[in-house]
């Protein structure tokens, strides 16, 4: 009942561009923060970038930051990932999450997994690739 699809991966090549998003239904992303993580062949899933409630704050890894950049409607339930100048490095499924609890703080969101975020979509490839 409460889900999370995520779509725009594709194969690009290096220094392309991908938009993903992120839908959720069931519920709204009105009161949760939301993050993007990733999970490279052979790694552990990591954080990639979250945003809080009313996209005031964001946080992005190291390795996205200047590349990257989230967004979110919330009046559309969707949460986007700008990804610029992509490298190999970046292939991997990335998926959204939403916390598993509502809050009306504006403080910056959390880049932790479980339990913080609670609600996981399936995923979608992104391959970097010449």
């Known amino acids: 009942q409460l889900q999370l699809v995520e779509s725009g991966g594709g194969l690009v090549q290096p220094g392309g561009s991908l938009r993903l998003s992120c839908a959720a239904s069931?519920?709204?992303?009105?009161?949760?923060?939301i993050g993007w993580f990733r999970q490279a062949p052979g790694k552990e899933r990591e954080g990639v970038s979250c945003?809080?409630?009313?996209?005031?704050?964001?946080n992005y890894a190291d390795s996205v930051k200047g590349r990257f950049t989230i967004s979110r409607d919330n009046a559309k339930n969707t949460v986007y990932l700008q990804m610029n100048s992509l490298r190999p490095e970046d292939t991997a499924v990335y998926y959204c999450?939403?916390?598993?609890?509502?809050?009306?703080?504006?403080?910056?969101?959390?880049?932790?997994?479980?339990?913080?975020?609670?609600?996981w979509g399936q995923g979608t490839q992104v391959t970097v690739s010449s």
């Open positions: 069931g519920f709204t992303f009105n009161y949760r923060p």
């Open positions: 945003i809080n409630i009313d996209g005031g704050r964001t």
């Open positions: 999450a939403a916390s598993g609890f509502t809050t009306t703080s504006q403080a910056m969101c959390s880049m932790e997994q479980e339990p913080y975020y609670a609600y």
